[in-house]
Nanobody, 118 residues
Framework: QAQLVESGGGLVQPGGSLTLSCTAS????????LGWYRQPPGKEREWVAG???????HWAPFAQDRFTVSRNRLQNAVYLQMNALKPEDTATYFC????????????WGQGTQVTVSS
């Protein structure tokens, strides 16, 4: 049984916007920080953003001015709104949950592909 399920990936033009969603099981949602990693083609997975159980967000430097992370307890969901997308944002994006918002990593979703291209 999948505990983290992402949706919302796709193809977007440079400068465009995209919102990723991740639905968590209730137990994972209530007890963990939630957030996102990404893995660009041929590169290592990197942390993008996380949000604590109390709603405090944290971002990697490359995401701070363009990405917004949020969570919704009624939906047991975490979101990543991405604006002003660049080709270098192309990656597989993974939802993750864990004790700390800046590391996450105890639970993983299956990943959703985001491609930024004209």
């Amino acid at each position: 049984q999948a505990q983290l399920v992402e949706s919302g990936g796709g193809l977007v033009q440079p400068g465009g916007s995209l919102t990723l969603s991740c639905t968590a099981s209730r137990s994972i949602y209530n007890l963990n920080a939630l957030g996102w990693y990404r893995q660009p083609p041929g590169k290592e997975r990197e942390w993008v953003a996380g949000i604590t159980t109390s709603g405090t967000p944290h971002w990697a430097p490359f995401a701070q001015d363009r990405f917004t992370v949020s969570r919704n307890r009624l939906q047991n969901a975490v979101y990543l709104q991405m604006n002003a997308l660049k080709p270098e944002d192309t990656a597989t994006y993974f939802c993750s949950a864990g004790t700390y918002a800046r590391t996450l990593g105890e639970y993983w979703g299956q990943g959703t592909q985001v491609t930024v291209s004209s």
